[in-house]
């Protein structure tokens, strides 16, 4: 009995032990197919001029402008909507164009590797002036991850560590408060500091879907951890939080050559490395999360219409969120211009002032919001040639106020401000030297320059005075190697008078010259007061990335980069002309695990 029992047991585990056995010997025969293929693979390139070691590299980028040549493609579909895994993403395809059309023209000039690759060349491309990879996430050159129906899923970013040291204590994360570096009178002026930070790490997708051959949709979302909630300290946890960056969807006709994005993204006043489409904008390939002074951009919500004319000449219209920056607290010497707390009022004539609230429902309650009228808006022409971009657009903005003279009514205040502003890129060596330039003059365009001078300040009655303003930018951009960028910048911010006398015989306004700013020189330990209204902001910037390593693993790239900075002030009625600088250093390390 016992021994048949046994038997019978034997029996039983006979057909999972032979099934194993069966697994064991067919996943063997798939690796050793597997090795056969790979091998044939690397002869056929071989044969062809490229390095074996390549297989895998081509087989990732070719994805960008469809399958290779004479390559069978694979289309998933999956009616049901599920998710649908797509292990295979050297023979992936998507139905419709392999890259939206809102996923960049420009992308095929700048920031496409393709079949005509010489072994030596890194699979992540720092040709451009504005590498999709540094300044962006470099999404639109990757290939899907997976798909959702009809919807392409693609992952992007990036992992970052800065250390950044500055020569004034601006007390910063790793967007320097360019317009911040104190003057003797403070004790900050007279330390350094050092602040390592991985805030800057960025992670984004791509969502992207085609219903005609003619039309895609897009859906991208950029976060960092640029936020810093009330909890969010630097003690033990380094609590900083995510934000959003970028968020917008876009539609895409190429029949048409209509395009419209709806969203927060970069302000169409940023310049493009080529046309005007999102994802290609100019921006200057440094660390700093707040740009370099001279750099033209926000970041806002905003409705965008564009339409280009053979992929050469383009036209935007804009309507991007407002937000005013008044140049009216605080005290000037032994002149108050602004008096009160609740409320302002100007001492020249009493008139009580409102001009910002408190920020509710999901607005920051520490925060204070302008009172706006309209969107600003922008128009922009472009132009796309060979050796060179253009850029030409107009800025419109809207300021208000209300005021109330003593004794009398309230009363709205609305005053027009704008600018024009232009961009250019060359290439002055293709593939090895861009130059790159950008400039916007006009009134209350303070907050589109990294140094965030002010919009406006106010006149007697009380309505909003734009202060004049110019913001502006050169640069050079080299790549001496393949795996090398370096960079060199200059920049200028500077604002113009916007004053009035009042009946006390005293300037009021922005720029007023007969304060006292003596004791802007005097040091103190406990900090003295300094009064003094900036003039204008110039910085030097050089730096550099080394893309240090490539392969299946992901990219590593280093950079440094050091910045030499100017600030001064206008001159007080005791002769004093406060000015002061300071230097900053960036040395980081990213890691880029879809690259």
């Not at 004794?407 to 609305?414: A, L, M």
């Amino acid at each position: 009995m016992v021994l048949g029992g046994l038997m019978v047991v034997l029996g039983g585990m006979a057909a999972p032990v032979a099934a194993w056995a069966d697994d064991m010997a067919e996943i063997r025969a798939l690796h050793a197919e597997m090795q056969r293929l790979e091998a044939k693979v690397q002869q056929l390139e071989a044969r062809h001029g490229m390095a074996a070691g390549n297989a895998h590299v081509l087989a990732g980028r070719t994805l960008r402008s469809g399958p290779r040549p004479g390559a069978s493609s694979t289309s998933v579909t999956n009616p049901s909507g599920q998710i649908t895994a797509m292990p295979d993403l050297s023979r992936l395809t998507i139905g419709g164009p392999a890259l939206s059309d809102d996923a960049q023209a420009a992308a095929a000039a700048e920031n496409t590797m393709t079949e005509s690759i010489v072994p030596t060349q890194p699979k992540l491309d720092l040709d451009s002036s504005s590498p999709l990879a540094i300044t962006q996430t470099g999404v639109d050159s990757l290939p899907p991850i997976f798909r959702i129906g009809g919807v392409s899923v693609r992952l992007g970013g990036f992992i970052d560590f800065s250390n950044i040291y500055r020569s004034k204590n601006l007390t910063s994360g790793p967007a320097t408060s360019w317009g911040a570096f104190p003057y003797a009178n403070s004790p900050n002026a007279h330390t350094g500091e050092y602040r390592p930070s991985a805030q800057l790490t960025r992670l984004s997708v791509l969502l992207q879907g085609s219903p005609t051959k003619d039309e895609t949709l897009s859906g991208y979302i950029e976060t960092d951890f640029g936020g810093a909630a009330g909890t969010a300290n630097s003690y033990q946890t380094n609590s900083y939080t995510p934000r959003i960056r970028q968020a917008y969807m876009t539609y895409s006709n190429t029949k048409w050559g209509f395009h419209v994005l709806a969203g927060q993204a970069w302000s169409l006043t940023t310049g493009y490395t080529q046309g005007l489409l999102s994802r290609h904008e100019q921006l200057p390939p440094v660390v700093d999360n707040n740009q370099i002074p001279g750099i033209v951009f926000t970041r806002v919500p905003q409705i965008r219409f564009i339409k280009d004319f053979g992929r050469k000449w383009w036209l935007g219209l804009s309507l991007e969120a407002p937000q005013v920056a008044y140049a009216a607290s605080g005290s000037a010497g032994d002149h108050p211009m602004m008096t009160g707390t609740d409320d302002d009022t100007l001492a020249s004539s009493g008139t009580t002032l409102l001009y910002n609230n408190a920020g509710s429902g999901m607005l920051n309650p520490n925060a204070k919001y302008s009172m706006d009228v309209a969107p600003d808006i922008v128009l922009k022409g472009a132009l796309d040639t060979k050796p060179a971009h253009y850029e030409v657009y107009g800025l419109a903005r809207w300021f208000k106020a209300m005021g109330q003279a003593p004794g009398g009514p309230i009363r709205e205040h609305v005053s027009f401000a704008g600018g024009v502003g232009g961009d250019v890129t060359v290439h002055v060596i293709p593939r090895y030297l861009q130059f790159t330039g950008n400039v916007l003059a006009g009134e209350g365009i303070g907050r589109y320059g990294p140094a965030m001078l002010p919009d406006a300040t106010f006149k007697a009655n009380g309505s909003p005075a734009p202060i004049p303003e110019i913001i502006g930018s050169m640069g050079l951009i080299g790549h001496p190697t393949s795996n090398l960028l370096v960079y060199l910048y200059g920049g200028v911010e500077s604002a113009g008078r916007r004053t009035y006398t009042g009946s006390d015989g005293f300037e009021y306004g922005y720029g007023v010259n007969d304060l006292s700013l003596s004791s802007c020189n005097v040091e103190l330990i406990t900090g003295g007061s300094c009064d003094a209204q900036t003039h204008t902001i110039a910085d030097l910037t050089v730096g550099g990335w080394w893309h240090v390593l490539q392969g299946g693993y992901g990219a590593v790239m280093t950079g440094v980069q050091y910045t030499y900075l100017r600030k001064f002030a206008y001159r007080g009625g005791d002769g004093a002309s406060p000015t002061t600088g300071g230097n900053t250093i960036y040395v980081t390390f990213r890691y880029l695990p879809f690259q």
